[in-house]
């Protein structure tokens, strides 16, 4: 005892006594230092190990998952937190603000698949849940899943995230990783893709499975809302649309208006206007995608057939006057006019406007050169009135592709010929005299002759022909033509002078009589009168004569009757003393008796 008192006398009288004092403070100070560590509430720490007794080979070095040397992947909130000194060390960042998205860059995880873009997320893992991603199975590089806006505390040891004006990751950021803000950047990456104003967004996808061969557009998915484990909600989970069967590059379905959170890693998107079908117009569909028609092409349709609606083809039913959202990588969609169009065969005069790029139907079209009978040469100017059926159209595009096409290449020569060889049957004079019976046989021509192609001809109207350039011989003949139009209106003239002159005669006549008509009426009133009155006095003598011949016809008849009774009585008397003198005769033995 004494020997230790000894030598603690000894140490503290020691100069090196105070050195050691202040090295065993100065240790006890930085233990302490390492064992607690403060985070403000703005801030998170991410957790480096920089040693362990555990050599095992880790597979996703630097993170330390298995108690290994390296970053922890759970992050330390705001507050006091403590550590074993000198094998931990804390690196405090600042929360992440997301103003609208971000993106998430992998250091390490499951390598990608041959052929994948993005990393696959881990069913039910939190963002900020580095451990859970890498226990479920996360894969390295770019993700698909994205950051919304909010504040966070990633783990950027393990992850990069990527905003529009910085990267935020542990270390210094790799090449990588500035060339996704710059392609994201370009991309309008960070902001949500809002659709408006009778907009469309046609997606392109970057990731998920190639198209099939023969394929040029990606078919729809995932578009019921019933079906949650597939319902994408407009590309807006990659997890769902690639469960559901869907497939990389440009897509048929589209985007409507809406704001729409997309990663443009995953899939961009190009914006156009709606398709607008004016009325008066129906809207053909030619479709580039969906099932073959197993329609078999038989004599009737051997030209060509259109397909029921949802196959490749042209569609049999065509889209009425409205705005589409139409895919125009999807589908061609060509205008066809349902009223009726008026096309001329007139030098510098075109009908309306009736195609979108302003163009019109007839701008091809000139007047008809032909020769008459007579070696006439003259130019025949032609307006015609057709008109397309609404249930017709898609078989009109189906064999000609387009309006224009079937008026300059089976219209025009049609009407042509048909009037070259109208005009080499008439003289100029009877083609000019006939000009509208020659427009009723046109039409009915071509009514015929069109309706194999269901075009219907409505009108033909044939101007007036004008002779060739450098020809002077039609004038010459046009003043033959008027000279025996004048002739022929004289001719008129003078018959309707005939006739207005026995009119005026006539007229004369009914005015003298209307002029003596008092007179008349009065003499006409006088013999009535008289013929009344002898009628009225024949009436009353007749009468009288009647009630005197009726009183002698009564008087007549009482005589008659008078004698026909004295006639009876003595009638009657006779034969009683007939009958006594019998009676009496037979009292007395008979009539012979009476005899003897």
């Not at 026909?564 to 009683?576: D, F, L």
Request: hydrophobic fraction near 40%; glycine fraction near 8%; charge should be negative.
């Amino acid at each position: 005892m004494s020997d230790l008192s000894s030598l603690l006398g000894f140490l503290v009288e020691h100069p090196l006594y105070d050195a050691l004092a202040v090295v065993l403070l100065a240790l006890f100070g930085a233990v302490l230092r390492g064992s607690f560590v403060y985070i403000p509430n703005t801030q998170y720490g991410i957790v480096e190990r920089r040693w362990s007794a555990r050599r095992t080979r880790e597979p996703f070095a630097p993170m330390a998952v298995n108690g290994n040397a390296g970053f922890l992947p759970e992050v330390l909130r705001g507050g006091w937190h403590t550590l074993q000194p000198f094998q931990y060390v804390v690196h405090k960042r600042s929360l992440i603000g997301i103003d609208q998205i971000a993106y998430l860059v992998a250091r390490v995880g499951r390598p990608l698949e041959s052929g994948q873009a993005l990393g696959e997320w881990p069913h039910d893992v939190a963002v900020d849940d580095a451990r859970g991603f890498l226990d479920g199975g996360g894969q390295a590089g770019p993700q698909r899943r994205i950051l919304r806006s909010g504040t966070y505390a990633i783990n950027t040891a393990l992850f990069a995230v990527i905003t529009e004006d910085d990267i935020h990751h542990l270390d210094a950021a790799k090449k990588d990783d500035a060339q996704f803000q710059a392609t994201l950047l370009d991309r309008a990456g960070f902001q949500p893709v809002v659709i408006k104003d009778d907009r469309i967004g046609i997606v392109t996808v970057q990731d998920g499975p190639a198209l099939q061969h023969g394929e040029i557009i990606a078919p729809t998915v995932g578009t019921d809302a019933a079906n949650p484990d597939h319902f994408h909600n407009s590309f807006q989970n990659i997890g769902r649309f690639l469960a559901a069967g869907g497939r990389r590059g440009r897509q048929e379905q589209v985007l409507v208006e809406g704001t729409y959170f997309l990663n443009r890693l995953f899939a961009t998107v190009e914006v156009t206007g709606k398709r607008r079908i004016e009325i008066g117009t129906v809207g053909v569909i030619n479709s580039f995608v969906g099932r073959e028609s197993d329609e078999a092409i038989t004599a009737e349709n051997g030209r060509g057939r259109t397909v029921e609606v949802g196959n490749r083809g042209i569609w049999r039913r065509p889209l009425e006057p409205g705005k589409y959202a139409i895919n125009p990588y999807a589908a061609e969609v060509v205008d066809v006019p349902t009223t009726n169009f008026q096309l001329r065969w007139i030098d510098g005069v075109v009908s309306a406007a009736a195609i979108p790029n302003g163009r019109s139907y007839d701008d091809a079209l000139r007047e008809i050169p032909v020769i008459t009978r007579d070696a006439f040469e003259i130019l025949v100017p032609l307006s015609i009135v057709a008109h397309i059926s609404p249930v017709n159209a898609p078989h009109v595009i189906q064999r000609f592709s387009q309006i224009e096409r079937l008026v300059n290449q089976t219209l025009d020569p049609f009407v042509s010929s048909y009037f070259k060889d109208t005009a080499q049957r008439n003289t100029l004079l009877d083609f000019i005299e006939r000009r509208v019976e020659i427009g009723k046989e046109a039409l009915a021509a071509m009514k015929a002759r069109l309706a194999e192609h269901r075009i219907e001809i409505e009108e033909v109207m044939i101007g007036t022909p004008r002779p060739a350039p450098g020809d002077t011989r039609m004038e010459a003949m046009l003043e033959q033509l008027r000279a025996r139009q004048l002739a022929r209106e004289e001719q008129k003239t003078f018959a309707d002078q005939q006739e207005a002159a026995t009119k005026r005669k006539a007229l004369n006549e009914q005015i003298a009589l209307a002029e003596q008509q008092a007179g008349i009426t009065r003499s006409e009133l006088s013999i009535c009168i008289a013929e009344n009155e002898g009628a009225a006095e024949t009436a009353r003598k007749r009468k009288a004569a009647d009630g005197i011949r009726v009183m002698a016809e009564a008087e007549g008849a009482a005589e008659t009757a008078r004698k026909t009774r004295a006639a009876e009585g003595i009638r009657v008397m006779a034969e009683a003393e007939a009958y006594a003198a019998k009676a009496r005769a037979e009292s007395f033995g008979g009539t012979e008796n009476l005899m003897r």
